[in-house]
Nanobody
Framework: QVQLVESGGGLVQAGGSLRLSCAAS????????WGWFRQAPGKEREFVGG????????YYQDSVKGRFTISRDNAKNTVYLQMNSLNSEDTAVYYC????????????????WGQGTQVTVSS
């Protein structure tokens, strides 16, 4: 049984930082590319960024470039989303997702999803 468990969300003041983790089990972590998505209240889910199988390719939505960093630790079966300089527009539920495809972009087919973790940025 595949499980993706996000953690690290919470309440943070504008300008602050959070580090989200996504721990995976039940699948071969290293052969998957990983994406992070978010969904704010009343809005559609959107792609935040992704990291390829070997970590050599990274993709970010324009609004988070320079502020967010995605990384992965194959030994720990975990992918991370470091978020800095947070603002109110980053408030959302954040999800990690796994794709067997080589490129973790917004249109990739993601087979597995986590349950999400809430990030709330207060101004």
């Amino acid at each position: 049984q595949v499980q993706l468990v996000e953690s690290g969300g919470g309440l943070v003041q504008a300008g602050g930082s959070l580090r989200l983790s996504c721990a995976a089990s039940g699948l071969t972590f290293s052969i998957h590319s990983w994406g992070w998505f978010r969904q704010a209240p009343g809005k559609e889910r959107e792609f935040v960024g992704g990291i390829s199988k070997f970590g050599g390719s990274l993709y970010y939505q324009d609004s988070v470039k320079g502020r967010f960093t995605i990384s992965r630790d194959n030994a720990k079966n975990t992918v991370y989303l470091q978020m800095n300089s947070l603002n109110s527009e980053d408030t959302a539920v954040y999800y990690c997702a796994a794709t067997i495809g080589p490129l973790p972009g917004p249109h990739a087919i993601y087979s597995y999803w986590g349950q999400g973790t809430q990030v709330t940025v207060s101004s």
